[in-house]
C-alpha cells in the first residue's frame, strides 16, 4: 500500500514487516537492523545474494555511535560536510550489527538520508533501518513509490510515498579505512564536490569487474530487460545496429540529433544539465523498458559531475559476459 502515514510505517517496521522509502538518492526497502528475521527478508524480496551487504539509514549522528567501534577524523568531517546526502561511509562494525547486515564483513556502510518524511519516520521509529535500493536484484533502482509498487508491491508492508527522489542515482560510497580515502562506488554525490571538501582527489576503487571492496558492485547491474548499448555517437551507433522493421529505444542527453521516426526518444534533460539528466536517467530506462524494443541505445555523458556517475550505471546497464 502506498501512503504518507509516518505512524503506519513505523508499525510496520515495529511489526518486522518491510517499508519502502523515499531518500533524496533512490528508495530504499527497509527493515529494523536490530530484526535479523525482518532483514533477511529484505533479500528475500529482493532476490538478493547474501553476499552483498545492506546499508543502514540513521538519522543523526547519535545514531551512528552504537554502531561503529570508531568514527575516523576524515569520516566525521565528510558526514559533517554532507550528511543528510548522497554520501554513504564505511566504519568498523560493533556487535549492534549483525553479520546479516554486513554479510559477514567486519565493516558496515552508513548513511543519513536527505529527505524529511524518511528523517522523521526514522525519528518515530527511534533506530536505525537497513535498507538496500527497492528493486530488484540487478535491475534499476526505483525513483518513485510507483516503481517500488510496480516491482515488489506484494512484498512490502508499507510504501511510504516521497515523491519523485531529487537525485536519482544510488549515494557515493566512501571508505576512510585503512588511512586512505577511497570510492568505492560513483553516486550522487560528485568526486568535484568531495575532493572540495577533502582538499585533495581522492582515489578510485571502482574496478571495471567484481569489486571484492564494495560486493554489491556487480559487472552487470542497474539492467534493463531490452538490451541496452552506451553510445558515443547516437546518429552513426543507430545506422550501424538497426535492422529493418526493427524499432530501437533512445536516450539521448539533449534535443538536437536526427533519429528515424520509428525510434522512441527520450531526452534526459531540456538543457543537458547533468543533475536533470540524474535525476530523469532511471525513469526513463523504466519506461523504455516497457516498450518492445530491439535494444536502447543511450549516449554516453559527458564524464564531469554526476556524469560520471551516470556512465557507471550505464556501463553496467550494458554489460555482457
Ligand atoms: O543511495 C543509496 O545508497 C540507496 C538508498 C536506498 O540509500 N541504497 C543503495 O543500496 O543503493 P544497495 O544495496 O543497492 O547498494 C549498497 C551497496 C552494496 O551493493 C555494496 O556494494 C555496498 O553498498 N556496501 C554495503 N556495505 C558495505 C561494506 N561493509 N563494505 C563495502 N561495501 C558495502
Ligand atoms: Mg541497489
Redesign the pocket.
Known sequence: MIGTSIQDAVEVLKGGGLVA?P????????ACIANDEAVLSIFKAKN?PGF????V?VSSLNDLKPLVKTIPEQALKLAEAFWPG?L?L?FE?SDKVSDI???G?P???I?M?QHNITLEMLRALGEPVA?????PFGYV?PTTAEHVERQLGDKVGYILDGGQASIG???T?V?VLDNEVRV??L??LSIERLTEVLGFEPKLTISKHS?P?????LDKHYATKTPLYLSNDLEADLRERISEGEKWGIIALKKGKQFPENCEVFYLSENGDLDEAARNLFSVMRKLDEFQLSGILAERLPDVGLGKAMNDRLNRAAYRN
Open positions: 522509502i531518500t533524496e538518492t533512490v528508495y530504499g526497502l527497509a538478493r552483498d551487504p545492506l546499508i539509514h548522497p554513504t564505511l562494525k547486515v554486513s554479510s564483513l565493516t558496515v556502510a548513511r538520508p535498507a538496500p535500493s527497492a528493486n533502482s542515482l544510488e549515494s560510497i571508505s568505492l562506488r553516486g550522487g569489486n571492496e564494495a560486493p554489491g558492485q
